[in-house]
């Protein structure tokens, strides 16, 4: 994990001074409104429906036990004792007050946390695999790049006040884990006849018009990581639309200009860039990627005889540690290592929400079991990547006591969402319930296990931060005339078959949703081929029409059909 040095931690101090002088004068009444949001907007502030929501910035979605322990202290402190996890993999916090947001801000950076560029029209948090360094599919582990580009674009004066926010994502692996073509530039860093390169994909987006990114390079060299960033941003700070705020992006310029025109200009500019004298300053040296490569170095892993151990010993006697063994655990690498994903999808809780006590809880489990660091997902779960499998055990018991070993990775209840209208000021309908609705429909781990797996997604407006566009079942809140409506989508997907889905018809009501999700997944269990075939398979056999014939259907009695209920039953 990349430390912050003396210039970082220093940078971070002024920082968060300079914001404690900007609150204080706007809190005087010395700066307005709109001068204020500038500024608060680029340290992570947002003006929400309650109150302000606080994003706390989490790079390609690593932390240490050390900043766990911090987090269950500030949202005690400054919040209501709990913060989300997003598609981003960052935090936010709902419900700080203004005035406190410097102290709060001040306690992150003691531990290497910090809110800037966390929002506004600039370049946000990068994203990566949260398998990396520890997927056996990975070819290269992209996170030193992933730092080494987060420090060139971190408060860079050029790309400050870009047209419109600007974001990318990161992976090194055969297996698209990240959602990186939903990013407006995705970074997949591989290896060619040895070498190590990258191939870009740039004009991904979701909210209004959701796009999937279009490769503009099959093979930049290793060298070449902030030239050619560099020269996709200068192009979208030079041809993106200033005019229009739901035209701003750079998908758009893409859109209009087509993928030929748009690569001949970024080429253009990778050119110009990289014959200039800036273009020298800007190539990594072998000693630059190998001096970044030393902060993600292999933790101090036990021979596999100390740390292999059959965890079937346990599963025979507790089937309780059996289902979370089946779901939430994942091969490693590592001979005797395996990976534990941690559900923050447990009944009644809100997608993504972690309370203070969990916090405190995941610091104890990932400092005992996974050498001190977590992950968070684009999911909105969270992993322990480096866990011994004679661990297992003893951490399936820490998570369950903090309620975080629910086994339902990958499964219907396993729901992505943004908060909605219960905290956001700009969702059209709430998601939360609906999460709850959803989840009470499929509150057996038998009916879960019969559906298989399958990604049901939710946003509460347009913007689509809980990604609706790319769920095999998305959900978009829309308002009808001051009433709560969902539009439903098929067929999305965010993965190496990445694709946007295709909305059914017309919206359902609130009352209408929960059980027009269970119709759909229903109709999949009748249309499917056999136990094998997965939903998203099921549908791109298909097609639209059967599934579009059962959403609308009246109202069924009786559950998930014959085969579920009686698994239910059992």
């Known amino acids: 994990m990349y430390r912050y040095d003396e210039i970082d931690r220093e940078l971070l101090r002024q920082r968060t001074e300079q914001f404690r002088d900007q609150t204080r004068r706007f809190l005087a009444g010395e700066l307005s409104e709109e001068d204020f949001r500038q500024l608060r907007l680029r340290n992570g502030l947002y003006q929400q429906r309650h109150a302000p929501m606080l994003r706390i910035s989490v790079p390609y979605g690593l932390l240490d036990s050390a900043q766990l322990r911090r987090m269950a202290h500030v949202v005690r402190k400054y919040d209501k004792g709990y913060g989300h996890f997003t598609t981003r993999q960052n935090i936010q916090l709902n419900w700080p007050q203004l005035a406190r947001v410097p102290d709060l801000l001040a306690e992150l950076a003691e531990v290497q946390l910090h809110s800037i560029q966390a929002c506004g029209n600039d370049t946000r948090n990068i994203t990566c695999d949260y398998l990396a360094g520890a997927a056996g599919d990975e070819s290269v582990d992209p996170r030193p790049y992933c730092e080494l580009l987060r420090q060139f674009i971190a408060l860079h004066p050029e790309f400050y006040w870009l047209p419109r926010k600007f974001k990318f994502g990161f992976t090194g692996a055969t297996v698209d884990r990240a959602a990186t073509r939903t990013n407006d530039a995705a970074v997949h860093v591989l290896r060619r006849d040895g070498a190590i390169g990258y191939r870009f994909f740039v004009g991904g987006g979701l909210g209004r018009l959701p796009m999937l990114g279009q490769e503009m390079n099959g093979f930049v060299p290793e060298s070449d990581l902030l030239l050619y960033s560099c020269a996709i941003l200068r192009t979208f700070n030079r041809f993106g639309r200033r005019d229009n705020l739901h035209k701003a992006r750079i998908k758009i310029v893409l859109r209009e200009w087509g993928a030929e025109r748009f690569r001949a200009a970024l080429e253009e500019e990778y050119a110009k860039i990289a014959a200039s004298a800036e273009g020298a300053r800007l190539k990594l040296l072998p000693e630059d990627i190998e001096r970044m490569r030393a902060h993600f170095g292999a933790p101090p892993y036990r021979p596999a005889a100390e740390a292999a151990l059959d965890p079937d010993t346990h599963a025979a006697r507790d089937p309780r540690f059996a289902a979370w063994l089946k779901r939430n655990v994942?091969?490693?690498k590592i001979p005797g290592y395996r990976v534990v994903f941690v559900s923050l999808k447990a009944p009644g809780q809100a997608p993504g929400?972690?309370?203070?006590e969990q916090f405190e809880a995941l610091a104890e489990l990932c400092d005992a079991y996974?050498?001190?660091?977590?992950?968070?997902?684009?999911?909105?779960?969270l992993v322990l990547a480096d866990v011994a499998e004679r661990d297992l055990h003893a951490l399936w018991g820490g998570l369950d006591a903090a309620k975080?070993?629910?086994?339902?990775?990958?499964?219907?209840?396993?729901?992505?969402a943004c908060p909605g209208l219960d905290f956001c000021g700009l969702a059209n309908a709430g998601t939360i319930g609906v999460t709850h609705d959803i989840y009470r429909r499929f509150d057996s781990l038998e009916a879960q296990y019969e559906v298989g797996p399958i990604r049901i997604t939710m946003s509460g407006c347009m913007n689509g931060c809980g990604h609706?566009?790319?769920?095999?079942?998305?959900i978009l809140g829309v308002d009808k005339h001051g009433e709560e409506w969902y539009q439903v989508t098929l067929g999305g997907s965010a993965?190496?078959?990445?694709?946007?889905?295709?909305r059914v018809g017309r919206a359902l009501s609130r009352n209408?949703?929960?059980?027009?999700?269970?119709r759909l997944i229903r109709a999949y269990l009748e249309l499917r081929s056999d136990e094998e075939e997965t939903f998203i398979e099921c549908y791109r056999r298909v097609g639209m029409t059967p599934f579009k014939a059962r959403l609308y259907e009246a109202e069924a009695e009786g559950g998930l059909g014959e085969e579920a209920a009686r698994l239910v039953a059992a």
């Open 404 to 416: 975080l070993a629910t086994p339902n990775i990958g499964l219907t209840t396993d729901i992505i």
């Open 468 to 474: 609706h566009s790319v769920g095999h079942i998305g």
């Open 495 to 502: 993965g190496n078959d990445a694709a946007i889905g295709e």
């Open 512 to 518: 209408e949703i929960a059980g027009g999700v269970e």
């Open 330 to 332: 994942r091969p490693h």
């Open 353 to 356: 929400d972690c309370t203070a």
């Open 370 to 381: 996974s050498f001190g660091e977590l992950r968070s997902t684009y999911d909105q779960n």
